[in-house]
């Protein structure tokens, strides 16, 4: 059965950085697509970045390039998330995702399994 569960979220100043993790299991890293989203109230929910396979490179929403960073440590089955320069529009809930199909895309629709989620907020 396929699992997930973030950590790392909290509430953090303007310009400052967190670093959000998801446990996974129940399946393998090589041979899932992952990636995290975000979900700020009132709005759709959001890629934010994605790794099809272990070859290709991460998809960045644009609003995230040069601040954010996806990366994995299979050994011990999670995935990061180095969030640096936070900005207040950062804020909202951060969710990692997997999918035994692997696209090209970072859409939530494209990924059915999903972890609980948790609040980032960026404010002074």
């Known amino acids: 059965q396929v699992q997930l569960a973030e950590s790392g979220g909290g509430l953090v100043q303007p310009g400052g950085s967190l670093r959000l993790s998801c446990e996974t299991s129940?399946?393998?890293?090589?041979?899932?697509?992952i990636g995290w989203f975000r979900q700020a109230p009132g709005k759709e929910r959001e890629g934010v970045s994605c790794?099809?396979?272990?070859?290709?490179?991460?998809i960045y929403a644009d609003s995230v390039k040069g601040r954010f960073t996806i990366s994995t440590n299979n050994a011990k089955n999670t995935i990061y998330l180095q969030m640096n320069s936070l900005k207040p529009e950062d804020t909202a809930v951060y969710y990692c995702?997997?999918?035994?199909?692997?696209?090209?895309?970072?859409?939530?629709?494209?990924?059915?399994?999903w972890g609980q989620g948790t609040q980032v907020t960026v404010s002074s």
């Open positions: 995702a997997a999918d035994r199909i692997s696209r090209s895309t970072c859409q939530p629709r494209h990924f059915g399994s």
């Open positions: 129940g399946f393998n890293l090589d041979w899932y697509a």
């Open positions: 790794i099809s396979t272990p070859d290709s490179s991460p």
